[in-house]
């Protein structure tokens, strides 16, 4: 318990350390001189209360609906082969959902099997593996899934002006249009049972972009879209549609997309080779270059749980620091402002 009270304290610090930084930071370097001294604070007040309370939520105050064993809570979770997926296949389980994990690959079927878990393969490439994956997943439960957390997704780090546009369409097939494909299966389910839950994860970068990371960025943001979109479409039905935001979480994520980088990107006859070797190489390649703020998957796990347990649940988590910050500034500063800070952060 202490432990777990100096953690929550330490994170706390960070936050507060990192309001400081950067309000500093937009008054000093951007240059955009004082913010409305009672707007900003109040505002800032209250983001970094929100941080605090939904970054270590008290169990208690979570309000639980799940049935009883018989009629046990069904969920497909996609990308459960390492990092966020994994984690919350695994607290899942533990907590009584029949869990459902997909994964591309033989090998993290098994891999998954050996972690007690149901592995299903799904690629979102491929629409007859998304199509046999739900037929399966309904077989076992009598027609019926309570939930769907969409996860799995992938970037292409580098300059715009060197994505092939195929490389482009390869991305958004994956982190868009499988998303609504398997979305889509599923709604009538849902429907037809009369509630529901479909979950986004979404990423700091869907309400915000940074360089060298464009096809992330635009797909992110087109998850945000067809998100908001749902959620309005799907008013009355019983269908909850929620987007969870992770800002860096320690995962293989970055680590993954090394590959995709090697296959499209052609640096060296770049005209930007220089800042490919001087930034974006180092930061992509050396796993020391993490994030401060960095949190571990359980996070995200933590609010995939009350988005999903919470009789009325958000329609946006916020996880990590730089999240709930960005998401402040976004709200007060002016776009030439937020500019001239996204330069400085990307």
């Not at 960070?14 to 400081?20: G, T």
């Amino acid at each position: 318990m202490i432990a777990q009270s100096e953690q929550c304290f330490s994170h706390r610090q960070d936050f507060n350390f990192a309001a400081k930084s950067i309000l500093q930071l937009n008054a000093e370097t951007i240059g955009c001189g004082t913010v409305n001294s009672t707007i900003s604070t109040c505002a800032l007040r209250k983001t970094i209360n929100i941080a605090n309370s939904e970054s270590f939520p008290d169990s208690e105050s979570t309000k639980i609906y799940m049935e009883s064993k018989k009629d046990k809570k069904s969920i497909l979770i996609s990308g459960c082969s390492s990092g966020i997926g994994f984690s919350a296949a695994k607290a899942l389980s533990l907590r009584g959902w029949e869990v459902f994990a997909g994964c591309r690959k033989e090998k993290d079927i098994e891999f998954l099997q050996t972690n007690g878990l149901t592995p299903v393969r799904l690629d979102y490439n491929d629409q007859a593996s998304l199509k046999d994956a739900l037929s399966m997943i309904l077989e076992k439960t009598n027609g019926r899934l309570d939930a769907l957390f969409n996860n799995g997704a992938y970037s292409i780090p580098g300059a715009l002006e060197d994505m092939p546009t195929d490389a482009m369409r390869d991305i958004f097939e994956t982190n868009v249009f499988g998303w609504h494909s398997l979305t889509r299966s599923v709604i009538p389910v849902m429907r037809q049972q009369g509630h529901g839950r479909i979950i986004q994860c979404s990423s700091i970068l869907g309400i915000l972009a940074l360089s060298y990371r464009g096809p992330y960025n635009a797909t992110k943001w087109a998850v945000e879209g067809l998100s908001d979109t749902l959620r309005l479409e799907l008013e009355g039905s019983g269908i909850y549609v929620i987007s969870i935001r992770p800002g860096p979480i320690s995962t293989k994520f970055r680590e993954n997309s090394i590959p995709h980088f090697e296959k499209w990107i052609d640096r060296n006859s770049s005209y930007l080779k220089n800042v490919y070797e001087e930034r974006l190489v180092p930061r992509l390649y050396d796993p020391d270059k993490a994030s401060i703020f960095q949190l571990e998957a359980e996070a995200v796990t933590k609010k995939v749980i009350q988005a999903l347990e919470a009789r009325r649940p958000s329609m946006v988590y916020s996880v990590t620091l730089p999240t709930h910050f960005m998401g402040f500034l976004i709200r007060i500063l002016p776009k030439f402002f937020l500019h001239r800070l996204l330069l400085l952060m990307s």
